[in-house]
């Protein structure tokens, strides 16, 4: 078997909006379904269609995911909000990893055109920390100290 026989690359799909140990986490355990991570980042405009936009751009959240020491390859382009099996073909990807914080039906939904192929892997959810609890936090000490000393 060659080198390239035995290299299994992931490809994940994310947000990463203030990059925490969350997501780290969640890299990591991709990360161990392969022995390559390659990550996608959604585009600003397409997070917006179903939740509260990233307060970071595109170019900086990639920028933060690219210096995560358990990524191998970062794409410059926004990642499809729908992957199929061909994208992952493309990408040399055997599997997509997300984390397992949906239900079937919500799976489905995002990722209904690789489901059937077998080649979707989920893995923990750090529940303890997400980018909007961290908004949360600042607003409320933001409150409890008064606007004026911020």
């Not at 990463?16 to 997501?23: M, P, Q």
């Not at 509260?52 to 990524?71: I, M, T």
């Not at 909000?81 to 990893?97: E, I, M, S, W």
């Not at 609890?133 to 409150?143: G, M, P, S, T, Y």
Request: glycine letters at 8%; one cysteine or more.
């Amino acid at each position: 078997m060659s080198k390239m026989d035995s290299e299994v690359w992931i490809y994940a799909d994310v947000v990463c909006d203030l990059f925490h140990y969350g997501h780290v986490e969640f890299l990591r355990r991709a990360r161990l379904l392969g022995t390559h991570l390659v990550v996608g980042v959604v585009g600003d405009d397409d997070v917006a269609t179903y939740k509260a936009p990233p307060v970071l751009s595109h170019a900086e959240r990639v920028a933060v995911v690219r210096g995560c020491r358990f990524v191998d390859r970062v794409l410059d382009a926004p990642s499809p909000l729908y992957p199929t099996c061909d994208f992952l073909d493309q990408l040399g990807a055997a599997f997509l990893c997300h984390g397992d914080d949906m239900g079937p039906q919500e799976l489905e939904r995002w990722y209904g055109a690789i489901i059937p192929s077998g080649r979707l892997r989920t893995v923990g959810y750090t529940s303890a920390i997400s980018t909007r609890k961290i908004v949360e936090r600042v607003a409320h000490r933001l409150r409890e100290r008064g606007d004026n000393q911020a």
